[in-house]
């Protein structure tokens, strides 16, 4: 079964804008992790918060972390049109460290050019 | 280096028939993990091996069993195939030592459809 749910399904944005996706989560967690999908293929890994950190950076992205709330959001900046597909959050669960990894139902981003 | 690889990237089979799923982690890994997903759904977790046993199983009917060879490399299998099982089935590679703290290389995916 999914961990938890992916907010929005779905987002639309002009190039240039930003764009944000939320996850949220049921149980404890080790770290969470986010990955990209083009068009139904392999994923790629894009960012990883363990789960005593509230925020992380890597280049254009920006990912929180609130474990109170067993929720996290990806912040894209300056979006691009490669930015254009699905995105996961996944997790791996506290006191199991063989990195089973859990994911959401995904946001299907489109940028538009 | 190569990245993980799978094979064969798309499948058509019939209800009833068996399926082998094929996979080569990424060079340096030796912990394969397989996923099932389906159109529009994230991936679940059917089952992970390491040494060539399987450590970790997902909710999955024994239908799904697996196997990892000394070089790493995995299959799937799946035996009496339903419609329902028409799915991406995805293989994820990564090293033991990490201590289930980092990331999972993911392979193309393997597409099969079920008719």
């Known amino acids: 079964s999914q961990q938890g749910e992916e907010d929005p399904q779905a987002l639309s944005i002009q190039e240039g804008e930003n764009a944000t996706m939320n996850c949220s989560y049921k149980?404890?967690?080790?770290?969470l992790q986010w990955y990209r999908q083009n068009s139904g293929r392999g994923l790629v890994h894009l960012i990883l918060i363990r789960s005593n950190e509230r925020e992380k950076h890597s280049g254009r992205l920006r990912v929180t972390l609130d474990t109170s709330k067993k929720s996290s959001s990806l912040l894209i900046t300056a979006s691009r049109a490669a930015d254009t597909a699905s995105y996961f959050c996944?997790?791996?669960?506290?006191?199991?460290?063989?990195?089973?990894?859990?994911f959401g139902t995904g946001t299907r981003l489109t940028i538009i050019p | 280096d190569a990245g993980v690889t799978q094979s064969p990237t798309h499948l058509i089979k019939t209800r009833g028939q068996q399926v082998t799923l094929r996979c080569s982690p990424k060079?340096?890994?030796?912990?394969v993990s397989w996923y099932q997903q389906a159109l529009g759904q994230g991936p679940q977790f059917i089952f992970q091996y390491y040494e060539e046993e399987e450590r970790q199983r997902g909710n999955f009917p024994d239908r799904f069993s697996g196997h990892q060879f000394p070089n790493y490399s995995s299959e799937l299998n799946v035996n009496a195939l339903l419609l329902g099982d028409s799915a991406l089935y995805l293989c994820?590679?990564?090293?033991?030592?990490?201590?289930?703290?980092?990331?999972?290389?993911f392979g193309p995916g393997t597409r099969l459809t079920v008719l």
């Open positions: 994820a590679s990564s090293p033991r030592d990490q201590g289930g703290m980092g990331e999972q290389f």
């Open positions: 149980t404890s967690i080790n770290n």
């Open positions: 996944a997790t791996t669960r506290l006191n199991f460290g063989n990195e089973k990894l859990t």
């Open positions: 060079s340096g890994h030796d912990t």
